[in-house]
């Protein structure tokens, strides 16, 4: 009781003498890419702007490649306090707030105006507004980026060159059935197993971004990349709603200036990075797919639609395919 009384009393007095007291604070940040990879980058410009905005009161500790946990422990640990900040794809989420499956149908998103259109407009920022509800508070939108389709076996051009084949996905239901859909066989697992899992033949194929997939090394062990474009991830930049609420009304203004600078970096270092992992590894075959040949992927999404429209309602989905 003592100890609860003394902290109560710590606590209630940090309240009352925060905003003049200026104290330093080290925020715990977490993701799962590498440290090679622009995410990673992008919380060491953040941190550099909030040190420099700050002289240095307010400073964050990168924890790189799941080093505090998958995508989704990173999540909760936002939920618990564990973790002060993290970027996951958006894919995860949707466990969290089934709203986010709207993002998730493939072939949806053309390019990446239609995706700033959507993640910048009222849609995203509701979307970020939403996460409140579950204890997040999103500050706004990095980039993951457009996600190809890789395998071991053989250059896909079809579906039927994928069919049977055993696949990773992302934790996220509506993924798992659009591939299931499609004819490949794919099953959930945490990014930081992957390699592994890849090496060891427990998957034939995956999907993600290429530069993710040459930070990865992946091309070790997988051949045959295919441009499908099929889901474009965003990397939600998340916050502890606590830490978020305790900055002074200045601190909070330097955070969201600071998060505003990264999202034009990152963004920046995002769209150059899969031309660059391309140019950088030579063997592998890229197939790229005539619009007849990724429509007959895409014929096979009616159904998705119906599930996720199930799944959020109808007003997202129509607002999303309003705006692009
Ligand atoms: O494939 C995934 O799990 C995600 O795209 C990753 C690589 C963890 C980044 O968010």
Do not use: C, K, W
């Given at each position: 009781r003592f100890f609860r009384s003394a902290a109560l009393a710590a606590g209630l007095c940090a309240v009352i003498s925060g905003p003049t007291l200026a104290q330093e604070m080290v925020l715990k940040a977490g993701h799962a890419a590498s440290t090679s990879n622009t995410g990673h980058k992008a919380f060491e410009f953040l941190a550099q702007e909030l040190a420099d905005n700050?002289?240095?009161?307010?400073?964050?500790?990168?924890?790189?490649?799941?080093?505090?946990?998958?995508?989704?422990?990173?999540?909760?640990?936002?939920?618990?306090?564990?973790?002060?900040?993290?970027?996951?794809?958006?894919?995860?989420?949707?466990?969290?707030n089934p709203q986010f499956f709207a993002l998730d149908i493939p072939f949806m998103f053309k390019d990446r105006d239609d995706v700033y259109r959507v993640l910048d407009g009222e849609i995203g920022q509701n979307l970020l507004t939403s996460l409140e509800q579950v204890g997040i508070k999103g500050l706004g939108y990095w980039e993951n980026g457009f996600r190809q389709l890789t395998n071991s076996k053989q250059d896909i051009r079809s579906p039927e060159d994928l069919e049977g084949m055993r696949m990773r996905t992302m934790e996220n239901a509506v993924h798992l059935e659009a591939w299931r859909n499609v004819g490949a066989n794919p099953a959930p697992l945490a990014f930081g197993e992957l390699f592994t899992a890849?090496?060891?033949?427990?998957?034939?194929?995956?999907?993600?971004?290429?530069?993710?997939?040459?930070?990865?090394?992946f091309n070790e062990v997988q051949k045959h990349i295919t441009k499908t474009n099929h889901v474009y991830s965003p990397w939600p930049i998340l916050i502890n709603p606590n830490i978020y609420n305790s900055l002074s009304d200045e601190d909070r203004v330097i955070l969201e200036e600071a998060v505003a600078k990264s999202i034009t970096y990152q963004r920046n270092l995002a769209q150059?990075?899969?031309?660059?992992?391309?140019?950088?590894?030579?063997?592998?075959?890229?197939?790229?797919?005539?619009?007849?040949?990724?429509?007959?992927?895409?014929?096979?999404?009616?159904?998705?639609?119906?599930?996720?429209?199930?799944?959020?309602?109808?007003?997202?989905?129509?607002?999303?395919?309003?705006?692009?």
């Open positions: 700050t002289d240095g009161r307010i400073s964050l500790e990168i924890y790189p490649s799941s080093q505090l946990g998958s995508e989704r422990e990173l999540v909760e640990s936002i939920q618990l306090g564990n973790v002060d900040m993290t970027f996951v794809s958006s894919a995860v989420l949707g466990n969290f890849l090496q060891q033949g427990t998957f034939d194929a995956q999907e993600g971004p290429i530069n993710l997939f040459y930070d990865m090394r150059q990075a899969d031309e660059a992992a391309i140019a950088a590894m030579s063997d592998v075959t890229i197939t790229e797919l005539s619009p007849e040949e990724l429509e007959a992927f895409a014929s096979h999404m009616d159904p998705i639609y119906d599930m996720v429209r199930e799944r959020v309602g109808d007003e997202i989905i129509d607002d999303i395919l309003a705006e692009i």
